[in-house]
C-alpha cells in the first residue's frame, strides 16, 4: 500500500513560534505537495518540488518555506507562526503530476 | 482567479438517489480532471478521473461526465448510500503541473 506520513496529526503552537511540519513518502515520487486546507476555500497550494532540492511556489507561499534534502522527505516550515495560519496542512506526493496521494493531514492551532 | 468552481458547496440527498456534483474550468490547457472524495479525519483520496479525449467514464455507482466545449465536469453517485457522505473535491491539471482543486462539496446521503 502506498504511504504518505505526516509526523503529527494535532499540533498547537505559539504565535512567532518556528514550526516544522514534516511528511514522507514511500513511493519512490519525484513530486511532493503541501497543500492547506480551509473551510470553504477547498485546498490551496503552497509549494511544491519536483525534486531533491527543487522547490517552487504555490499560489500562497507567504510566512512558509520548505526543504527537500532526501527524495522522500518534504517539510515545511512556518518561520513565524501567526494566528491566520490555523489550518489542517495536507501533503502529497505523485508521479508525472498524476494521481496525488494524500497524507491524513496536520491540524495546526495557532495561539 | 479560481480556476475551476465546484458547485454546490453542500447537497443533501436520500438513500438511493442520485447525486451530482459539477465543475467549471478556465484553462483550456488542462488535460486531466480527477475526483477526490474526503472522509471526515483522513486526507483526500483518489476516486475517479478522467482525460478530455473521452466524454464519460464510469467505475461502479461513479460516473464523471465531461463536456470539453463547455468546460465542465461532473460526478454522478448512482443509488447514493450513507457511506458516501463525505466531502467530494473535483480538480484539474495540465501536463506536469500541480492539480488545482475546486473548493469542495459536501455531500450527505440520508436513509
Known amino acids: 500500500d502506498v504511504k504518505v506520513t505526516q509526523s503529527s496529526r494535532y499540533l498547537v503552537k505559539r504565535t512567532g513560534e518556528k514550526v516544522f511540519l514534516e511528511c514522507v513518502q514511500d513511493m519512490d515520487h519525484e513530486n511532493m505537495f503541501w497543500y492547506r486546507q480551509d473551510p470553504g476555500l477547498g485546498l490551496r497550494l503552497i509549494y511544491f518540488?519536483?525534486?531533491?532540492?527543487?522547490?517552487e511556489k504555490g499560489d500562497i507561499p507567504e510566512g512558509y518555506s520548505v526543504s527537500r534534502e532526501k527524495k522522500e522527505r518534504f517539510s515545511l516550515i512556518l518561520e513565524s507562526a501567526s494566528t491566520n495560519q490555523t489550518s489542517m496542512y495536507l501533503c502529497?506526493?505523485?508521479?508525472?503530476?498524476?494521481?496525488?496521494?494524500f497524507g491524513q493531514g496536520t491540524r495546526l492551532t495557532v495561539v | 482567479q479560481q480556476q475551476v468552481k465546484q458547485s454546490p458547496q453542500s447537497l443533501i440527498v436520500q438513500k438511493g438517489g442520485i447525486s451530482i456534483i459539477n465543475c467549471a474550468y478556465e484553462?483550456?490547457?488542462?488535460?486531466?480532471f480527477p475526483w477526490y472524495q474526503q472522509f471526515p479525519g483522513k486526507g483526500p483520496a483518489l476516486l475517479i478521473a478522467i482525460r478530455p479525449d473521452v466524454s464519460e467514464k464510469k467505475e461502479g455507482r461513479f460516473t464523471i461526465s465531461f463536456n470539453k466545449s463547455a468546460k465542465q465536469f461532473s460526478l454522478h453517485i448512482m443509488d447514493s448510500q450513507p457511506g458516501d457522505s463525505a466531502t467530494y473535491f473535483c480538480a484539474a491539471s495540465k501536463g506536469n503541473t500541480p492539480l488545482v482543486f475546486g473548493k469542495g462539496t459536501r455531500l450527505s446521503v440520508i436513509a
Open positions: 502529497a506526493s505523485s508521479l508525472f503530476s498524476r494521481e496525488a496521494f
Open positions: 484553462n483550456t490547457a488542462f488535460d486531466y
Open positions: 518540488s519536483y525534486d531533491v532540492k527543487m522547490k
